[in-house]
């Protein structure tokens, strides 16, 4: 079975071989394949139209699936491999050994945010930015640049106590947990902590940088933990809503999958916590 773990508490081993499935699914091509697919999806979400994997209640689900597609991929190269978690209002500076060279690297330099160290940055050769929304081929970053401050526990645990799922109009205007923790709305758990890296992280091909698997990770165990708080509280919408996925409806891409079918993560895995 498969248990994700905090990042910050990985040995070097893991680490590695963590880095090197990452750099296998790379050199495979797969990886790009999902870069593409987040980038689709970002694009064709829109707050009036038909929205499944941002700014709408399937955002949680549609992640969930999505990571799950990934980790499954990672473990077909090295089936020691879980998905680590990021959990950045604890680990929330620079500093933090997420971004030492012998894991995902560092900050990007301050003329053109290129990364300059670690197993991604450009000059190693093993991570080219093929899907892109400009020019730059290199991985870039700008930690805590264009936000200050990563949330606060604090700040967590105010959306944590929220114990609606998510609210009509369902989008990025709503009130309710959803839309809280991706951030839209209130304090900005989710959308602070890709504009705190900066970089491609910061755009709809964010999966180009390695670490949105761990942010994303994290958020994820975040809607474990607020089911684990809100055992009454359900997905919602449940019927009938148009442009939303509903809880018994399919999910792009995907088409053969509800999110009635990704509330309980421990069909999938668990947790060191
Ligand atoms: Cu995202």
Request: aromatic share 12%; net charge negative.
């Amino acid at each position: 079975m498969t248990v994700r773990k905090n990042q910050a508490a990985l040995t070097t081993d893991e680490k590695k071989r963590f880095v090197d499935a990452v750099l296998a699914l790379k050199r495979s091509g797969r990886y790009d394949d999902f870069v593409r697919t987040h980038n689709e999806f970002i694009m064709s979400d829109t707050d009036t139209g038909e929205r499944t994997g941002h700014r709408s209640p399937s955002f949680l689900p549609w992640h969930r699936r999505f990571l799950l597609d990934f980790e499954q991929a990672l473990q077909s190269v090295d089936s020691s491999v879980a998905l680590p978690y990021w959990d950045w209002s604890s680990d929330r500076t620079v500093r933090a050994s997420l971004w030492a060279p012998d894991f995902l690297g560092g900050t990007g330099r301050s003329t053109d945010g290129r990364v300059m160290d670690g197993p991604f940055a450009a000059a190693a050769g093993n991570w080219p930015m093929n899907v892109r929304v400009d020019g730059r081929t290199f991985l870039r970053r700008s930690l805590g640049t264009a936000v200050r401050e990563l949330p606060t526990r604090a700040e967590v645990e105010s959306v944590l106590s929220m114990s609606t799922y998510d609210m009509a109009p369902y989008n990025s205007a709503s009130d309710g947990f959803r839309n809280n923790l991706e951030g839209w709305r209130g304090v900005n758990l989710h959308n602070r902590v890709h504009v705190w890296v900066g970089g491609q992280m910061a755009t709809g091909v964010s999966p180009n940088d390695p670490v949105f698997w761990l942010h994303h990770a994290y958020v994820d165990k975040l809607w474990a933990e607020w089911q684990r708080r809100h055992p009454d509280a359900g997905y919602v919408p449940t019927g009938g809503t148009p442009d939303v996925v509903d809880l018994d409806e399919t999910m792009k891409p995907w088409d053969d999958v509800r999110p009635a079918d990704l509330l309980d993560h421990t069909k999938f895995y668990t947790f060191d916590s």
